[in-house]
Nanobody
Framework: QVHLVESGGGSVQSGGSLRLSCEGS????????MGWFRQVPGKEREGVAG???????TYADSVKGRFTISQGNAENTLYLQMRPLEPEDTAMYYC??????????????????????WGQGTQVTVSL
C-alpha cells in the first residue's frame, strides 16, 4: 500500500525559506507521478508544483520564481524548496501520488482529481 509522509513545514518570517520533503513507500517498483498541493481553511486544495519524467516542471502562477520542485534519485522522494516565502503561502502542504498507466509523468500542474494517494500534510506558516 502506498504511504506518503511529508516533513519540513514550520513557522518562518516573510522572506524566509523552507524545504519540504515527501517520502513515499509501497511503490513496488512501479511508476508513480507525484506533486505538491496546498490548502487554506475554507478554500479548495490547489496544485502548487508538478514534475515530469523528462524533468519538466510546472508551477502555479502564485509561486513561480520562488518555489522549486525536485525529485530524489529513487523517485519515491519529492522536495519543494520555497524561497522567499510570503504570508500568502501560509497553508497546509500536501504531497500526492498516482500510479501512472503509461510509465510516464507529464509534469503538468497537478490537479486534485488526478491523484489518489495523499500524505497527512505539513503546515507552513509565514508571518510578516
Amino acid at each position: 500500500q502506498v504511504h506518503l509522509v511529508e516533513s519540513g513545514g514550520g513557522s518562518v518570517q516573510s522572506g524566509g525559506s523552507l524545504r519540504l520533503s515527501c517520502e513515499g513507500s509501497g511503490f513496488t517498483n512501479r511508476k508513480y507521478c507525484m506533486g505538491w498541493f496546498r490548502q487554506v481553511p475554507g478554500k479548495e486544495r490547489e496544485g502548487v508544483a508538478g514534475i515530469g519524467t523528462n524533468g519538466r516542471t510546472t508551477y502555479a502562477d502564485s509561486v513561480k520564481g520562488r518555489f522549486t520542485i525536485s525529485q530524489g534519485n529513487a523517485e519515491n522522494t519529492l522536495y519543494l524548496q520555497m524561497r522567499p516565502l510570503e504570508p500568502e503561502d501560509t497553508a497546509m502542504y500536501y504531497c500526492a501520488a498516482v500510479l501512472s498507466p503509461y510509465g510516464y509523468c507529464s509534469g503538468y500542474l497537478p490537479r486534485t482529481q488526478d491523484f489518489n494517494y495523499w500524505g497527512q500534510g505539513t503546515q507552513v506558516t509565514v508571518s510578516l
